[in-house]
């Protein structure tokens, strides 16, 4: 039966001739959005609801079969993050003349127009893939149940404050003892080209024994496509 690009859009039209007889791929590029948060209570120093991050990724489908529900998947993307908080980040230096940096209470100063902490990663993440799998190529693509668990690891490029007051406004780069990588698990669940996607970091935003303890988790929707 001939196809109609009009019909099919341009998406379905290179989706549906890219892979030709092999087995069928899906979700090769993926952009996520997320609610960004950490788990531990500082006192006196609260999170900013509107605290967002944004990635990007390419992921390589591999299907275990031509027709099969289950897949792996290898990838490389990018992820930016900002921690919107009413806190303050101090520097002390420690008899041994290392420095050790703390979140702590802004004391009643004067409120900001802008506070935030800003971190972005290159991402190394890997997925085993289960999906539902209709009769028709055309089905597949629209009506597909996802199921994707994985990890993922990323070496951090950039950290820096953003803070603005009435008076100035200020970026700061390179806090000390950022953590310089991550890892963790995460999750996939959607229906169609659209699902809920969660990252649990198994790594702190500063290094162990030498900065204050903050666990990042990040939840919110994701967009696949191809």
Request: with cysteine; net charge positive.
């Amino acid at each position: 039966m001939p196809f109609s690009v009009s019909s099919q859009g341009l998406f379905e039209y290179f989706k549906l001739t890219a892979d030709g007889d092999g087995p069928e791929k899906f979700d090769r590029i993926v952009v996520d959005i997320t609610w960004t948060q950490w788990l531990e209570s500082i006192e006196g120093v609260d999170q900013g609801i509107y605290s967002f991050g944004i990635g990007a990724c390419w992921m390589r489908d591999i299907p275990l079969g031509k027709k099969s529900n289950v897949a792996l998947a290898i990838g490389l993307g990018f992820d930016s993050h900002n921690f919107h908080h009413n806190g303050e980040f101090e520097f002390t230096t420690l008899d041994d003349g290392s420095v050790y940096t703390d979140l702590v209470s802004r004391n009643g100063s004067s409120s900001l127009a802008k506070n935030k902490y800003a971190v972005n990663y290159v991402d190394i993440p890997f997925e085993l893939r289960l999906r539902t799998m209709n009769k028709t190529i055309e089905q597949r693509m629209k009506y597909n149940f996802r199921f994707y668990l994985g990890f993922k690891a990323g070496l951090l490029v950039n950290d820096h404050l953003k803070i603005k007051d009435a008076a100035s406004k200020r970026k700061i780069f390179n806090l000390p003892n950022t953590m310089p990588y991550r890892y963790g698990p995460t999750l996939k669940v959607g229906f169609n080209k659209v699902s809920f996607v969660a990252f649990y970091s198994l790594t702190s935003l500063f290094k162990e024994g030498k900065g204050v303890s903050i666990t990042p988790i990040n939840v919110g929707l994701s967009w696949m496509r191809f």
